[in-house]
Every structure is written in C-alpha cells, then in structure tokens.
C-alpha cells in the first residue's frame, strides 16, 4: 500500500464514514486537480463528478483564484474581525449584497432597463448586512441564532418555535442538526438538540398524493397535481397558530433538497409556501449551501421563485471550492434590533476566529468574478442542456427508478424494480456500489443513500460529461448485471 495511504489509514478518521469499511481497501489519496480532473499519487486520472462535495465552481486550480489567492498571501494570509476590518471582506461583503439582490447577476442587462426606466440609480437590496463565518453549518447557526434573538426582542415571543423540511440537512454543528429530520444522521444526537418541527417537503416520485399510474413518462413528467402538499403546509401553520405560539421561523433548502436525496420542489411550490409562512409572520431563512453560486441555473435559487428571505446563507462554492469560508445574509431590520447602547448588552454575541479570512475573501472576489462573466454564464446554460440531454439514457435502465435534475443538480434514484418504484434497503448498499464500481472506470462521486449524485465543475467539457454518465451507466448495468 502506497505510503500515503498507509499514514491515513493509521491516522485519520474520515467524515459520514464507516472506518472499518475504509480500513479494508486502499484508499484514492488525491495529489492534484486541474479543471474536472483530479489525479492521485499514482497518476490515475478521476473526473469530479461532485464537484468535491459540492463545492467546487469553475475547476481545480483556476488560474484566477490560484492567483488572487496568491497575491493575497503575498500581502497577509489573515488577521481578525473581532476589532478590525479588512479589504477583501469589506469588498466581499459588497458583492455577496449585490449578487443576492432580488435580481440575479444573468439579469443584469435588464437591472440597468428597470434602472434607465425607473430613474433610479440604484436598485435597493433586501440583504444588505453580511455575517461571515466557515462552513454552510456555521452560516446556519448564525441565522438561527438571529432568527431567535430577533424574535424574542421585536415580537416579544418567549421561545420561538422553528419548522424546516422533512428529510432537511443543515449541517453538523450542534444548532444546525436541531433544524435537521434526517433520522439516520440526526437521531443518535436527540438528548442533545433543541426542539423543532417538521413539515413533509414535496416528493413528487414518492408522493402519497400521487395518483399517476408507474408508467416511465409518469416518473419523468410527475408535475400534475393539485399541490395537496401546499395546502398540508397551511394546515401545519395554523394549527400551530391555534395552539398560540405561531412558528416563528421556517427554514429551508430552495428548489433542491440535497442530502435528502437530490429532491427537486415543483415550480411554484417555494413561492406559495413561503408567502404562507409570511402570511402567518414567520421569519424566512434559506439555505443555499448547496444551492447557491449558479447551480440551479440561476446565481441563488431564491431567485428563480422570486423568493426574498430574511436570512441567506451560503458556503460550500462561495470559494469556488478552495477555501472554507461562509455568509449569512440578512436584512437592515435585523441588524437594527441589534443595535444599541454598550451597556445594554444587545450585541450579537457570536464570532469565530477565522471570521473574514483574507485568502477566502480574496478566492470568493475572484470566483464570483469568473461567475458573473457572460463566457461562464454560457458555460452552464450549455452545460445544463448538455447533461440533460445525456441523463436521458439512464431511463432504460430497469434499476433506476427517477432522474431529477435542477440547473446542475443531478440525483438518480437507484430501484429494486422501476414498476414497483421498491427502495433497496441500505444494508444493501447499492449507491455505495455503483460509485465504487465508477471508480473504477475514472469517475468520483458519493451517493446519498440510494442515490447517485452528479454535479459536474462548470468547465467540465462534452467529453467529460459523456464519459461521467457512461460511467453511471456501465456500472448500474454491472452491479445489478442488466
Ligand atoms: C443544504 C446544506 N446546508 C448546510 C450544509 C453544511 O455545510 P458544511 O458541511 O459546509 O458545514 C450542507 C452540507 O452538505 C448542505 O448541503
């Protein structure tokens, strides 16, 4: 076993992992990446058809932000928010406010017609207060935290509840996995969260609602319903009223529910629930971590439902995918409530050490740079078309029962039989099988549960792609020999 190798099995203990899985085979120990490739010490090529978790944006070692980075550690590497501010995160700040206007960076042409209409020269943002932090789990606990404390001061509610999604994942972090329902993560930790509560979220494939027969174009064109869903939100938000402690926040992946399983919401189904949970006075806190920076087609998907939440959180590709660094966006109404004389205490008492970090405000200036260029903007609406075209092979497959995709979000969900839509059990471990087998045929990713995930880095080109879903493919055939 490579030496490497050898030190990582004696040291280190990897995330959402079963080590003594792991501690059975050598592992892929990754030296570099360019673009959507990554090589590891061996010199084998794999293509990133996660995007590393995710995260990254426009491809390995981008000349770009390799290089604003590295002009930014020529100047300082990091000095801290807590007393003094700094250049990239004053100037990053100022952009996350622009980008996450209610009108996105694809639609700027028609930001300056409204402007020239209008007369106004400038269009106001919502989101105009910026909190960073590191991860998607800390821009949650920023949120809530506010969320929380603004409640109890301007609407004088003693505990105010939160409620967020079924199947919703918002992180590892203590505060983050109280708004979390995913049992197989969550329930372990219990005795150790605070109480939320939890609204089913659509399912179109599995919805009990659904009345479509198992035919294959049923699964691809599941959309003809009545929006029963909608109206079981209504009645979870008043019945709550009735009982006399309204939620007071309501919590929320847009479009896309990822490790739920890559779940896509129906159009107009976010634009109705959260006018709902406005209508009943709740807060609204997206969460774009996973959803954000372009990946659903637009630069946040809050804006595809012209949805405009109290808080934004973002993390994950806010680097491009080169440095941890988070946001949580939110509204002058909130910071104000946080204003006020020293000693009456009403700061927001919450930081962490590497809030504002140069090099990650320095990668995240550069990487929304190169997103808001009209050359990446045409990337991914080729991109998008490309891999939708190319999905569509998977459909003859008899063990794949849905493939859901939203802008650059692709989930396929693995079936014991496509007419009976029959789950695998997960001791089956049929995701983890086919990933292992497509690692094998120079393909990475990582599914959730039974479900391959594909979201490919924004510069992956046609024969990247092709051979990301021949991979799937081949290795779903293999594995359950059809
Ligand atoms: C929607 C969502 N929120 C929050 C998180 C947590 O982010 P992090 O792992 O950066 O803490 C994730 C991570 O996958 C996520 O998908």
């Known amino acids: 076993m490579n030496k490497l190798a050898q030190l990582d099995h004696k040291y280190v203990?990897?995330?959402?992992?079963?080590?003594?899985?792991?501690?059975?085979?050598?592992?892929?120990?990754?030296?570099?990446?360019?673009?959507?490739?990554?090589?590891?010490?061996r010199g084998r090529k794999f293509l990133d058809a996660n995007s590393s978790i995710w995260t990254n944006l426009h491809g390995h070692n981008h000349p770009k932000i390799t290089s604003a980075i590295s002009k930014q550690l020529k100047k300082i590497a990091h000095s801290s928010a807590l007393g003094f501010a700094n250049e990239p995160a004053s100037l990053l700040a100022q952009k996350l406010v622009e980008v996450a206007g209610p009108i996105s960076v694809e639609q700027e042409s028609s930001r300056a017609q409204i402007k020239k209409k209008s007369g106004l020269d400038r269009v106001s943002p919502h989101l105009n207060k910026v909190f960073l932090s590191d991860d998607g789990s800390t821009a949650l606990e920023v949120a809530l935290k506010l969320a929380y404390e603004f409640s109890r001061r301007t609407k004088k509610i003693k505990s105010p509840k939160f409620l967020s999604l079924d199947g919703a994942y918002h992180g590892d972090t203590v505060g983050a996995v109280s708004l979390g329902h995913i049992d197989l993560f969550h329930k372990a930790y219990r005795g150790l969260l605070f109480r939320t509560d939890k609204v089913a979220a659509p399912y179109c494939y599995r919805c009990k609602f659904?009345?479509?027969?198992?035919?294959?174009?049923?699964?691809?064109?599941?959309?003809?319903?009545?929006?029963?869903?909608?109206?079981?939100?209504?009645?979870?938000?008043?019945?709550?009223?009735?009982?006399?402690?309204?939620?007071?926040?309501?919590?929320?992946?847009?479009?896309?529910?990822?490790?739920?399983?890559?779940?896509?919401?129906?159009?107009?189904?976010?634009?109705?629930?959260?006018?709902?949970?406005?209508?009943?006075?709740?807060?609204?806190?997206?969460?774009?971590?996973?959803?954000?920076?372009?990946?659903?087609?637009?630069?946040?998907?809050?804006?595809?439902?012209?949805?405009?939440?109290?808080?934004?959180?973002?993390?994950?590709?806010?680097?491009?995918?080169?440095?941890?660094?988070?946001?949580?966006?939110?509204t002058q109404k909130v910071f104000d409530a946080f204003l006020g004389e020293y000693h009456e205490f009403k700061t927001f008492f919450h930081g962490h050490s590497y809030t504002a970090n140069q090099l990650g405000a320095a990668a995240s200036l550069a990487s929304l740079k190169i997103l808001q260029s009209k050359k990446s903007i045409r990337a991914r609406k080729i991109l998008e078309k490309n891999l939708r075209a190319e999905l569509q092979s998977l459909w003859q497959l008899p063990n794949v029962g849905d493939v859901r995709q939203v802008g650059l979000v692709v989930g396929i969900e693995l079936v014991k039989n496509w007419r009976t839509r029959e789950s695998f059990d997960l001791r089956d471990r049929a995701g983890i099988r086919v990933c292992e087998a497509m690692a094998k045929c120079g393909v990475l990713t990582r599914p959730i549960g039974n479900v391959i995930v594909i979201m490919p880095p924004y510069c992956t080109t046609q024969i990247q792609l092709k051979k990301m879903i021949s991979a799937i493919r081949e290795s779903i055939a293999a594995v359950f020999r059809n």
């Open 13 to 41: 203990w990897h995330p959402f992992t079963q080590m003594r899985d792991w501690l059975k085979r050598e592992p892929i120990v990754i030296a570099e990446g360019n673009g959507a490739e990554l090589r590891d010490v």
């Open 210 to 330: 659904n009345r479509a027969k198992p035919e294959r174009d049923d699964a691809r064109n599941y959309r003809q319903c009545n929006f029963e869903c909608v109206g079981k939100f209504e009645q979870k938000f008043s019945a709550q009223k009735k009982k006399g402690n309204p939620f007071a926040t309501f919590v929320f992946e847009p479009l896309m529910q990822g490790a739920a399983g890559m779940i896509p919401q129906p159009e107009g189904w976010l634009k109705q629930v959260s006018e709902i949970a406005r209508a009943n006075g709740a807060l609204l806190i997206a969460d774009e971590v996973m959803t954000g920076f372009g990946r659903t087609g637009k630069t946040f998907a809050c804006q595809k439902e012209n949805v405009r939440p109290d808080f934004l959180c973002v993390a994950k590709g806010m680097t491009g995918g080169y440095l941890p660094m988070a946001a949580t966006l939110t």
